[in-house]
């Protein structure tokens, strides 16, 4: 039976299944049957990674599933990736594993706050990172990701005052190559932000052959010390092209998966968050998907996004904006 009531206290389907079914056959069975598309964001446990569709970034991901026929589009990942999903491709079902695999950056901008706070800036266009809701977007001028917001940034005139959120150290980060003063909203995600600067340091003395790749999401002294700051797309890339056999790691530790896969024989250290004795750094959002949960999902057809068309459309334009530059 179909426990409903489920998705609003758990946030997805709770229903038991045969312990000695193979879940991987029997997703690669439903995909099949209902001409599903499973997408996997680089965060995603490597199981979930390893029997998506397509592995990447968000952006990159909804761009490649509104270019296929599949009539559902499965997202691994989180809230406002499968939104994102359901913005460029409203004529195709979008579901998600879990509705509480959320966001803290997107979290850190609520919507009436945000918009309050523009009032404040009557002046200024606002600029919002793709890791936001898609009611932030709908207040959005035009949307950008990490790998192309320098180039957005740019393509206004330098006096043109700009709003940038939520994320505040992309957007110092952003400041500083550019020389802009943008107004920055403050808010951050909770595994960038965590980093210990203290550890990583404590790490490159241990390995000091070890090259320091960061996200640009990471606070100001992190990026200081990093060799290379990139995308996450950007950092995978960087380990494939650079000749270096030891990298620690200053993002979400689910990229190592495919870092791996590219670089067998590479050294991958994740580096750790403040308070920490594993050396985690793995968002807890991210990791709330399984594979029973994208099983179950897939087999019920929820928990569905479902976005109202208004929010939609208005979504719609900064995102496709950003894509005409």
């Not at 179909?2 to 206290?9: A, H, T, Y």
């Amino acid at each position: 039976m179909i426990d409903v009531n489920s998705l609003s206290e758990k946030g997805f389907l709770d229903i038991s299944i045969d312990k000695n079914i193979n879940l991987t056959d029997e997703i690669n069975k439903l995909r099949k049957e209902k001409k599903a598309i499973i997408l996997a964001h680089y965060y995603q446990k490597g199981e979930i990674q390893d029997i998506a569709d397509f592995v990447g970034d968000s952006l990159q991901l909804s761009q490649q599933a509104s270019q296929t026929d599949a009539k559902i589009i499965v997202f691994t990942g989180v809230h406002f990736m499968a939104e994102t999903a359901k913005i460029l491709s409203p004529g195709k079902k979008v579901i998600l594993p879990d509705l509480k695999a959320g966001c803290s950056l997107a979290e850190s901008a609520p919507v009436a706050q945000f918009r309050e706070f523009l009032r404040n800036y009557p002046e200024h266009i606002v600029i919002t990172y793709i890791n936001t809701s898609a009611a932030i977007k709908a207040l959005s001028d035009i949307c950008c990701t990490s790998s192309n917001a320098v180039k957005i940034v740019n393509s206004f005139p330098g006096e043109q005052k700009i709003i940038f959120a939520p994320d505040k150290n992309l957007g110092n980060y952003i400041n500083c190559l550019t020389g802009r003063n943008m107004v920055l909203w403050n808010g951050a995600c909770h595994v960038h932000e965590e980093f210990s600067l203290e550890k990583i340091l404590e790490l490159k003395a241990q390995y000091q052959e070890a090259k320091i790749i960061a996200h640009p999401e990471c606070k100001k002294p992190v990026r200081i010390v990093a060799d290379y700051i990139g995308s996450t797309a950007a950092l995978l890339n960087y380990t494939k092209q650079d000749n270096c056999s030891t990298y620690i790691i200053a993002t979400e530790s689910g990229i190592i998966h495919q870092m791996k896969k590219a670089n067998p024989d590479k050294i991958f250290i994740p580096a750790p968050p403040k308070d920490s004795t594993c050396g985690c750094s793995d968002c807890n959002y991210m990791k709330l998907n399984t594979l029973e949960k994208l099983y179950i999902c897939l087999k019920y057809e929820l928990p569905e996004i479902i976005l109202d068309e208004d929010i939609r459309k208005k979504a719609e334009v900064p995102i496709k904006r950003m894509l005409e530059l």
